[in-house]
């Protein structure tokens, strides 16, 4: 029922409870405006005798005008013309309301992103010091087994595994600290929060370094063979498919108990509150090392017994491995980061591990010489330490601009300067403290290792006050580089597009190996012409 109100000048619509107000003009009749956007006159009562009483009317809604007031109707359509379009215009006032209170809600509701844990000189270092002990300790005792196993049969008969040596061990490097520095910077910025994300980059990655090991492995072997042949100019087929088997099987078994090593490590970082980028890495390597030397030294050993007995085992060993290769490809498509990967992450690992073969060149021709025999228990370490820190440098540098910087930048045809030494270690920023901090980690802990060694009684050489000095003049002057190294080529592959996670670290360990085992073998030279030589310590 429509009711007309003189008090206040209203319209009341009973049956839908809106509301209308209707300024009155004098001598023109009221009129109610519908829902729909209709307009009706309303006729009020001609005599005040049929007024209500109680200040209000009942109005009747009329479908046809009166004979007396059919020359009303055109101002009576042009009202609800009138009418019509205020209500379009309010449903487009209407609507555009709504959409920016949905934009206003859609961003409310997107995800904030993570703050960067506040990190100082001490708990960088705090963070790191554990990791980095464990690591070193865990190359001491790779160098121990390597001095051991350099007198095996397998060592002085196929002297091409020591050129497969830096490369397996450099795989800590391209593909298990490559792994680690992917899932920290995943887990720092909110990638791995969710179980499902979780799993599924995982496994991704898993399946992701299987492949790469194999691939690798495979190469590495085929390097060590064209290392060996081009000095001495003989080819025994036996021992080419024997270093193939032993490189391919070490590298997978060494990548998949690693690869699981480092999951375990990111998630436990993340759930304490501690940075990944600190701990993963260091971590990689304290394990890797001695497993990866400990499995080739086992598994080229009891390949070369199967030789004497059976032509088709080594054969066979290395056509398992490969064999395996599709399916990890096909789970490591699954997840588009580990796809990209899979495509485009080749460059950085083959070429690094020819870098590394070229260590491992050098390695081979060293201690094959009885005077240098006492190399073999401290390249691990050296080796090592180097890369673990430029490691730890990289994958901090990483996070940081994929963190605080803009994304990954497309190719720039202008580059900006590269930095200076000063800027990379006494800068104010966070990566040049971190860099002071891993730099003053040096010293002391190269100090600790060769106490430890000397406590052991490993090696072939005294460790005299003019030793030490060479060794920590080359160890630092190793860190020093690779630091540097480090802070330019991050920021150069970020600035041309590619994700410093997946092809600075492999070229940066590459070149620890490359700068640790010729700076250790020039030492070695060095000492031997100046008479400091004590080969025979520690037969």
């Not at 009885?370 to 990289?394: E, K």
């Amino acid at each position: 029922m429509v009711l007309w109100s003189k008090d206040q000048d209203k319209l009341h619509d009973m049956s839908t409870g809106t509301e209308r107000i209707e300024m009155m003009k004098e001598g023109a009749p009221p009129a109610y405006h519908q829902s729909n956007g209709s307009v009706h006159p309303v006729i009020l009562p001609d005599n005040n005798e049929q007024v209500p009483q109680n200040g209000e009317y009942e109005l009747t809604e009329m479908t046809s005008l009166p004979d007396q007031e059919q020359n009303e109707q055109p101002d009576i359509l042009d009202c609800r013309a009138n009418a019509k379009g205020q209500r379009e215009e309010d449903a487009l006032l209407e609507n555009a309301s709504q959409s920016n209170e949905s934009d206003d809600i859609s961003t409310d509701q997107s995800p904030v992103p993570p703050v960067p844990l506040k990190e100082t000189s001490f708990s960088i270092g705090l963070q790191v010091l554990f990791p980095f002990l464990l690591a070193g300790f865990g190359t001491v005792a790779a160098g121990m087994v390597l001095d051991m196993v350099q007198h095996w049969t397998v060592f002085t008969e196929v002297t091409e595994v020591f050129i497969l040596v830096p490369a397996l061990l450099g795989l800590k490097g391209n593909l298990e600290m490559t792994l680690a520095s992917r899932l920290s910077t995943a887990a720092n910025i909110g990638q791995m929060d969710s179980a499902k994300d979780m799993w599924k980059m995982i496994m991704g990655n898993l399946a992701l370094i299987q492949v790469q090991a194999t691939v690798v492995g495979f190469l590495a072997s085929i390097a060590a063979v064209i290392f060996g042949w081009i000095p001495e100019g003989n080819f025994i087929i036996g021992h080419a498919v024997l270093l193939c088997a032993s490189s391919v099987a070490t590298a997978f078994i060494a990548s998949l108990l690693l690869g699981l090593i480092m999951i375990g490590v990111i998630i436990a970082s993340r759930k304490v509150g501690i940075n990944p980028d600190n701990v993963a890495t260091p971590i990689a390597a304290s394990l890797g090392d001695l497993i990866t030397l400990t499995l080739l030294a086992g598994i080229s050993t009891g390949l070369y017994k199967e030789l004497e007995y059976n032509d088709y085992a080594n054969p066979l060993v290395c056509a398992f491995f490969v064999a395996l290769t599709p399916i990890w490809v096909l789970i490591a498509r699954r997840t588009p980061s580990t796809r990209e990967v899979l495509y485009s992450g080749w460059e950085p690992v083959i070429i690094a591990m020819a870098i590394s073969s070229v260590g491992g060149l050098i390695l081979d021709k060293t201690v094959s010489n009885p005077n240098f025999a006492g190399m073999a228990v401290f390249t691990p370490v050296i080796n090592g330490v180097g890369g673990n820190l430029v490691a730890v440098q990289a994958s901090r540098i990483s996070t940081y601009l994929h963190m605080n910087a803009l994304p990954i930048a497309e190719p720039s045809p202008t580059p900006r300067k590269c930095p200076t030494p000063w800027s990379t270690f006494f800068g104010s920023g966070v990566n040049s403290r971190s860099a002071r901090v891993l730099f003053l980690l040096v010293a002391p802990g190269h100090l600790v290792f060769l106490y430890t060694i000397n406590s052991m009684q490993g090696g072939h050489t005294t460790l005299t006050y003019v030793f030490i000095a060479f060794y920590l003049a080359a160890a630092l002057l190793q860190v020093i580089i690779l630091l540097y190294l480090a802070d330019w080529m991050v920021n150069w592959m970020w600035r041309r597009g590619m994700d410093p996670d997946n092809f600075s670290i492999p070229y940066l360990t590459a070149l620890g190996d490359l700068l640790g085992t010729g700076f250790l073998a020039l030492c070695f030279h060095i000492l031997w012409l100046i008479g400091d030589r004590d080969a025979d310590v520690g037969d």
